[in-house]
């Protein structure tokens, strides 16, 4: 953004956990020296997630048929080794449901295998820059429906994680 901004407008689009990335960007830039800021067009987000996707929740916590299918790959029930090497991958930490950045979310339910404190930490860190920036930035946001699937509401309901919509239209 910086390197093309130079001599040029930029107008940025992200899809996914690539909206996220696309919008720190974009809050990181224009936050430095006036002569150093890019020239910025629009900012476009679909599909952000915002709130987590319970459907990560899902594979940190071993409940999701997708981890399932993978148990079924290994050959062998190795089902905390994955959950240990899942819930060991940042990108994992940062869509977790807001409530489950908490070590005590994972204790109070007895859960064993969770990500570190550091890493919930420094995830809930990340989310609270990512709501400042979507107050500070324009943006367009469009959202989908994927949270709402069946699978991730009775998950997120099960596990006490629902949340309203954070972001609306900016």
Sequence with gaps: IRQRGKSRCVHVIGHGM???????????????????????????LLGAPFGGAGAVLGLALGE???????????????????????????????????????????????VTISPSPEALAAASERRNELLQAAEEVTCCTIHGVADRTVASFSLAQDWGVLEPNLVTDS
């Design 18 to 44: 690539g909206a996220l990335a696309a919008l720190l960007a974009v809050y990181r830039v224009s936050r430095g020296a006036p002569a150093e800021r890019p020239q910025l067009g629009r900012l476009v």
């Design 64 to 110: 999701l048929s997708l981890f399932q299918s993978l148990c079924l790959l290994d050959g062998g029930d190795r089902r905390d080794d994955l959950r240990t090497a899942f819930c060991s991958m940042a990108g994992v930490h940062d869509l977790l449901p807001r409530a489950a950045l908490h070590t005590s979310w994972w204790r109070e339910r007895g």
